[in-house]
C-alpha cells in the first residue's frame, strides 16, 4: 500500500489536472486545480518548461500510478501482468488498476476518495463474499459481493460518504445498494467505463522503450 505524505492538492498541480485524491472537495470550488493549474512552487509559473517525448511518457505514467496509489514497484508488475494478457496492453493496465479492492470500494461509492477506500479495507471494515479482506491490492472478479461489515455501518465517515456518493455516480461494470451497503461486481470495466483521463497507450510506450 502507496502511504501519501504529500500534501495531495499539491501532486494534482504538479502533474497539471484533477487527480481527485481529496475526495468531495474535488468536486467543488475548494478545489486548488481550478485557481492554479500549475505546478506548485514560486517559480511554477516561470519554470514551465516544453516536454521531450520521454518526459511527457513518464508524466503520463506518474500520473496514473498516483492516481490508483501504487508504489513504482507494484506498478511494474501491472505493467509485465498487463503484457502477458492478451488484449489491448493499456486498457488490460487500466483494468488491473481498477479491479483493485481498494478502488472498486471508492467505485461502489463506500469511501470518498481512493485513499480513504484503502484505510477503510486495511482496518478490516470491507468483506468480500462474506469475508473479511485488508489487502488494498486484492484482485477482485466478477460475481464478487462487496459489502462494508455490519459493526462498521455506524460509523458515520462511511455513511455520509455513502450519501455523497449519488453525486459521483455508480459505474455501469458495478451494482450497489446503499441501504445495504452492499454490492456486486457484474462484469469487467471496458475502457469507455473508465472515466481515468490519462493516455494509457503512451505509457506502454514509456515501458516499451
Not at 63 to 73: C, F
Not at 92 to 107: A, I, K, T
Not at 144 to 168: F, H, P
Amino acid at each position: 500500500m502507496a502511504s501519501q505524505k504529500k500534501p495531495v492538492c499539491r501532486i494534482c498541480r504538479r502533474e497539471g489536472s484533477k487527480l481527485f485524491l481529496k475526495g468531495d472537495k474535488c468536486f467543488s470550488r475548494k478545489c486548488i486545480v481550478e485557481k492554479r493549474a500549475y505546478p506548485p512552487g514560486m517559480h511554477g509559473q516561470l519554470r514551465q518548461k516544453k516536454l521531450s517525448n520521454y518526459g511527457i511518457q513518464l508524466r503520463e505514467k506518474q500520473k496514473l500510478r498516483r492516481i490508483y496509489g501504487v508504489r513504482e514497484r507494484q506498478f511494474r508488475n501491472y505493467m509485465a501482468e498487463a503484457l502477458r494478457r492478451r488484449g489491448v496492453t493499456g486498457e488490460n493496465l487500466l483494468q488491473l488498476l481498477e479491479m483493485r479492492l481498494d478502488n472498486v470500494v471508492y467505485r461502489m461509492g463506500i469511501a470518498s476518495s481512493r485513499s480513504q477506500a484503502r484505510q477503510f479495507v486495511s482496518h478490516g471494515l470491507i468483506l468480500v463474499n462474506g469475508r473479511r479482506v485488508n489487502i488494498p491490492s486484492y484482485q477482485t472478479k466478477i460475481g464478487d459481493t462487496i459489502e462494508v461489515a455490519e459493526l462498521a455501518k455506524s460509523i458515520s465517515t462511511i455513511q455520509n460518504a455513502v450519501e455523497g456518493s449519488s453525486s459521483r455516480g455508480i459505474p455501469s461494470w458495478l451494482q450497489f445498494d446503499a441501504n445495504l451497503m452492499k454490492g456486486v461486481i457484474v462484469s469487467v470495466p471496458l475502457r469507455d467505463d473508465i472515466d481515468t483521463d490519462v493516455r494509457e497507450s503512451i505509457i506502454v510506450e514509456f515501458y516499451s522503450r
